[in-house]
Nanobody, 117 residues
Framework: QVQLVESGGGLVQVGGSLRLSCAASGRTFSSLAMGWYRQAPGKQRELVAGITRSGSTNYVDSVKGRFTISRDNAKNAVYLQMNSLKPEDTAVYYC???????????WGKGTLVTVSS
């Protein structure tokens, strides 16, 4: 079982930036596909960005050009750089281990991002 711990959330003004980090332990991190998800109040959890074990990435349309997912296998970490933040980016952001089918088999506890206008 993989343990995931997110950090880096907080309060930021519109147009600002944040970098989320996720520390993973418990398995060979480099073999894992990872993702960042978010859940806003009253909405379903959605995939924001994913990164395969080879480093290929994908993004939800609403964050393309603003967010960047990356990984550092030497540090067992995955990151989400968020730029040009908007109020609609306000949500709890979760790090997750993704299966080959796109489902999730491990979740972190989440970190809150609040974008104020």
């Amino acid at each position: 079982q993989v343990q995931l711990v997110e950090s880096g959330g907080g309060l930021v003004q519109v147009g600002g930036s944040l970098r989320l980090s996720c520390a993973a332990s418990g398995r060979t991190f480099s073999s894992l596909a990872m993702g960042w998800y978010r859940q806003a109040p009253g909405k379903q959890r959605e995939l924001v960005a994913g990164i395969t074990r080879s480093g290929s990435t994908n993004y939800v349309d609403s964050v393309k050009g603003r967010f960047t997912i990356s990984r550092d296998n030497a540090k067992n970490a995955v990151y989400l750089q968020m730029n040009s933040l908007k109020p609609e980016d306000t949500a709890v952001y979760y790090c997750a281990v993704r299966t080959a089918y796109g489902t999730v088999n491990s979740w972190g506890k989440g970190t809150l991002v609040t974008v104020s206008s």
